[in-house]
């Protein structure tokens, strides 16, 4: 992802965070994470909504969980 990116599809994404394919479309799905669909299952996001959603997650921390 470069700085002219203006949209990322979900393998895009995936590539971009490590979170996995199934993880984003549910997120998009609830509407946690907005997306735009192209044709019947493309999937795009653009990279500052993808950045807000990541903020977001649950944070670990030191010497324990979340």
């Given at each position: 992802m470069n700085a002219s990116t203006i949209a990322l599809t979900a393998d895009q994404a995936h590539e971009a965070t490590g979170i996995g394919k199934?993880?984003?479309y549910a997120?998009?799905?609830r509407g946690d994470l907005e997306v735009r669909w192209?044709?019947?299952q493309k999937f795009v996001v653009e990279p500052?909504?993808?950045r807000?959603?990541?903020r977001t997650l649950p944070t670990?921390?030191?010497g324990g969980a979340s």
């Open positions: 199934t993880t984003l997120a998009a799905r192209v044709g019947r500052e909504e993808l807000a959603w990541v670990i921390k030191p």
